[in-house]
């Protein structure tokens, strides 16, 4: 891959890490999915919240491991 792709896709990364986070912390009510992890969506009583919260959180670490390989 050239450069500028490389680049690209890892602003479009970034992009989708931003908004994943955004719509947990909706889905949620409040950031603290960051630190408990997986068990504070598994803890919502919202089944379409929680629905959404697992996508999201799905999305996230598929980004985070792209992230990681992207370097």
Do not use: F, H
């Not at 970034?14 to 889905?27: C, I, P, V, Y």
């Not at 089944?47 to 990681?68: C, F, I, K, S, W």
């Amino acid at each position: 891959m050239a450069i500028a792709q490389i680049k690209n896709l890892q602003r479009r990364l970034a992009n989708m890490e931003s908004e994943a986070t955004a719509a947990l912390d909706r889905a949620c009510g409040n950031s603290l999915w960051a630190s408990i992890g997986p068990d504070a969506i598994d803890g919502l009583e919202d089944p379409a919240a929680r629905a959404q919260a697992n996508y999201y959180y799905g999305q996230l670490m598929t980004v985070r491991e792209l992230q990681d390989v992207l370097g």
